[in-house]
Structure formats: structure tokens, C-alpha cells
């Protein structure tokens, strides 16, 4: 069964780099395009950007410029770095594994979600 | 970005009731639509993938249907454990977007 766990701070000061890991277990971490998705409070889902572990990348043009994830192969974690937060990067954060099936892909596993508060 | 709406935003429904939510794409998506259930606290799951296959193990009282820019989720009969937030979400650009989430309540 596949299982995965987010870490990181929960509190992150404005302008700051938001930073958090995704460790899985019962996979390997070539099986899934691996994914961050927000949830703001009280609001809907948010894709972040998924990459993949040949290294193909692919972010949300709202947060591209700020946004980075990594996979450490050796670990087998994934990584996600958001730069010059605000108070609207306040939010649940799921790291989530994307898979594919002819063709169509869908969010498969998820992790159970870590709160990440923006504030001074 | 592709917009998704989902109709109702919530609805009220009893044990044993049809539901049926309703999620509209801006543009076409041919069938790239998936939709995921969400309880309170916990993360969401996927219910079904490619507009009409049902995820591994779960209940054939869900249901989805629809192609273009107009989808359905179905609930055949409500039950306890269907209390819930439903999200659609367009797997056709390769910047995925969400609906706004559509809660299911007694």
C-alpha cells in the first residue's frame, strides 16, 4: 500500500521560502508523477506542479515563478520550495502522486495534508 | 487556465436519495474530467477517473457520465458515509485546475 507523508514547519514568516518534503513508502518513486496541491481555508483545491522523476516538470502559471519540486531518488522523497510567501500561500498543503491510465490521468494516492500558516 | 464550475455549490439530501452533481468545463475536455470525494480534515480520494471509470474499490452506487464541457457525478443511493465534499478536476491542459467543491449534507 502506498503511503505518503508530508513534513515541514507550520509557520512560515511573510517573504519567506515555504519548504516541505513528501516521503513515500510502498512505491518507488519512479512509479508516479509526484504532485503538490493547496487547499486555502475554507476554499477549493489548488494544483502546485508536479514533476516527474526523469526530471520533466510542470507548475501552475499563477505560481511558476515562485514554485520549484524536486525528487531525491535515494530517499525516496519529493520536495516542494515556494518563494516570497505571502499570507495567501496560508493553506493545507497534500503532496499527491498523478498517474496515468491510457491516457488519463488522475490524482491516485495522497498524503493526509499539513497546514502551513503565513504570518509574522 | 480551464475554468470548472460545479452546481450546486451544497446540497441537502437523506439516506437512500439519487444526487447528482454537476460540473461544466470552459472550453471542451473531451472526457479528461475526474472527480474526487473529500471528508472533513482528511484528504481527498478519487472516485472516478476519465469521466466514467470507477476508481478501485469504490462503490458502484457512484457513478460519472458526460463528455465536452458537461459532467455528471451520481450517487444511486445516498448513505451514510457519502456525506461529503465532492471536487471535479480537468486532467485535459497540463495545468490541471479544480471545480469549487460541491458539500453533501443531511
Known amino acids: 500500500q502506498v503511503r505518503l507523508q508530508e513534513s515541514g514547519p507550520g509557520l512560515v514568516k511573510p517573504s519567506e521560502t515555504l519548504s516541505l518534503t513528501c516521503s513515500v513508502s510502498g512505491a518507488s518513486i519512479s512509479s508516479f508523477y509526484w504532485s503538490w496541491i493547496r487547499q486555502p481555508p475554507g476554499k477549493g483545491l489548488e494544483w502546485i506542479g508536479y514533476r516527474h522523476h526523469s526530471g520533466s516538470t510542470n507548475y501552475s502559471p499563477s505560481l511558476n515563478r515562485r514554485v520549484s519540486i524536486s525528487v531525491d531518488t535515494s530517499k525516496n522523497q519529493f520536495s516542494l520550495n515556494l518563494t516570497s510567501v505571502t499570507t495567501a500561500d496560508t493553506a493545507v498543503y497534500y503532496c499527491?502522486?498523478?498517474?496515468?491510465?491510457?491516457?488519463?490521468?488522475?490524482?491516485?494516492?495522497w498524503g493526509k495534508g499539513t497546514t502551513v500558516i503565513v504570518s509574522s | 487556465d480551464i475554468q470548472m464550475t460545479q452546481s450546486p455549490s451544497s446540497l441537502s439530501a437523506s439516506i437512500g436519495d439519487r444526487v447528482t452533481i454537476n460540473c461544466r468545463a470552459s472550453q471542451s475536455i473531451s472526457r479528461y474530467l475526474n472527480w474526487y470525494q473529500q471528508k472533513p480534515g482528511t484528504a481527498p480520494k478519487l472516485l472516478i477517473y476519465?469521466?466514467?471509470s470507477l476508481h478501485s474499490g469504490v462503490p458502484s452506487r457512484f457513478s460519472g457520465s458526460g463528455s465536452g464541457t458537461d459532467f455528471t457525478l451520481t450517487i444511486s443511493s445516498l448513505q451514510p458515509e457519502d456525506f461529503a465534499t465532492y471536487h471535479c478536476?480537468?486532467?485535459?491542459?497540463?495545468?490541471?485546475?479544480f471545480g469549487q467543491g460541491t458539500k453533501v449534507e443531511l
Open positions: 499527491a502522486g498523478l498517474a496515468g491510465r491510457d491516457n488519463f490521468y488522475y490524482l491516485d494516492v
Open positions: 476519465a469521466a466514467s
Open positions: 478536476q480537468q486532467s485535459y491542459s497540463t495545468s490541471p485546475t
